[in-house]
């Protein structure tokens, strides 16, 4: 079925309860309530969303997406309540910790799920994720709805997630009726995945909330799962990561040492194609207005004194040298530590190669 998609504003800023009542969220939960699926903001990145206890509705985010049956969802709620019909074992004693220290916010938990959630959901595991997202837009959605939402990213599957409303456009136009604008996504990389279903915490995705925090709050080492942790590992232990993943249609080079000297060697030997460059604002510095670099598309992700501005522009610039119509895209490489590390591990899954500079430092030259 084609659909007229409107996209609408709603100011996150607003008083709750005026969020709660305002037009655009009362008309997004009116389309959930019928078994619609609504893209809305979360402070990760855009979700689509439906109702998590709807199979039909379920069905829809897998079409849309284009998203392959074996990949589960995570299950959005408002408050606690929610969490208590969704999962088995809410019970467990480091929870309360969890819970007081990073929800609401980007942190997603695996439990063993209850009977109510429909297989297509978690696709047929026992367990379910779950998260109670900071985002005012993305709560009062849920609570005007009443129920919680299963809920991916918002994007056609195996391309950057969206972190503007109109990335959500670019994609999705037509295959559904209502995006909600909340304005750009704060985070901008995906929630943090810790499974507590097991023997013992593990984290299988990094993201903005890092093992050092939970460990922190802990107050014991919570290990990474392999794949988290060997980033260029084949054979992923979570669903979903086997797949091609936040790549755009240009082929993305991650690059490590970028210096302008290597960087331009590097160029040359790959001519006659053009690239995009998405690099640190030091690097940028370094090469704007520099002769060779002056026709290049340049983007900047941020400061790498502060991997957060990496995480929030990362996708955006990805979409974005796509739009321009790029070849290839080179993207630096930053340090894995912080955020860092969850900016990698996207890159890592983005990219087609990934290139040492050092080799090309000396070898042709200045031209
Ligand atoms: P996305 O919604 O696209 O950000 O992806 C959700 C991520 O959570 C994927 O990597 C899934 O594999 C992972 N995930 C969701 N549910 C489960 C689960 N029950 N067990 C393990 N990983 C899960
Ligand atoms: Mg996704």
Not at 61 to 87: C, T, W, Y
Not at 158 to 187: F, M, Q
């Amino acid at each position: 079925m084609a659909y007229v998609t409107h996209i609408k504003k709603v100011n996150p800023d607003l008083d709750y309860k005026k969020l709660l009542n305002n037009k655009v969220i009362k008309e997004g939960a009116e389309l959930l309530k019928k078994g619609e699926v609504v893209a809305f903001p979360t402070e990760t990145v855009y979700g689509l969303g439906a109702e998590a206890n709807n199979s039909e509705a379920v069905k829809k985010i897998f079409s849309v997406k284009g998203r392959p049956a074996d990949n589960p969802l995570i299950v959005h709620i408002a408050d606690q309540k929610q969490l208590e019909k969704v999962v088995q074992g809410a019970e467990v004693p480091e929870l309360n910790k969890l819970f007081s220290a990073f929800w609401p916010g980007p942190l997603t938990v695996i439990f063993q799920r209850q009977k109510v959630i429909p297989d297509i959901t978690t696709a047929g595991l026992d367990t379910v994720a779950v998260r109670m997202p900071s985002h005012r837009v993305a709560r009062a959605l849920i609570a005007r709805a009443s129920f919680p939402l299963a809920a991916p990213s918002a994007n056609i599957s195996g391309g950057p997630s969206p972190t503007r409303a109109e990335h959500v456009y670019r994609d999705l136009k037509g295959k559904l009726s209502l995006i909600i604008d909340g304005g750009p996504c704060e985070v901008g990389v995906e929630s943090t995945v810790l499974d507590l279903s097991g023997s013992g915490p593990e984290i299988l995705r990094p993201g903005a909330i890092t093992g050092h925090d939970i460990s922190a709050v802990l107050g014991k080492p919570v290990p990474s799962s392999r794949q988290a942790e060997d980033n260029r590992a084949m054979t992923p232990p979570a669903p979903g990561m086997k797949y091609r993943h936040y790549s755009p249609a240009a082929p993305v080079i991650l690059v490590h040492n970028c210096q302008p000297d290597n960087l331009k060697n590097y160029i040359h030997s790959r001519k006659p194609k053009e690239p995009g460059l998405i690099v640190s604002t030091e690097t940028a510095q370094k090469i704007r207005g520099r002769g060779f670099f002056e026709n290049f598309k340049i983007a900047e992700m941020g400061s790498i004194k502060d991997l957060s501005q990496a995480a929030h522009n990362l996708f955006a610039c990805l979409r974005n040298m796509d739009y321009e119509g790029v070849d290839y895209i080179i993207v630096e490489a930053v340090p894995e530590k912080g955020i860092g590390r969850a900016v990698m591990n996207r890159l890592y899954k983005a990219a087609e190669e990934e290139v040492f500079l050092e080799q090309f430092d000396k070898k042709e030259g200045d031209r």
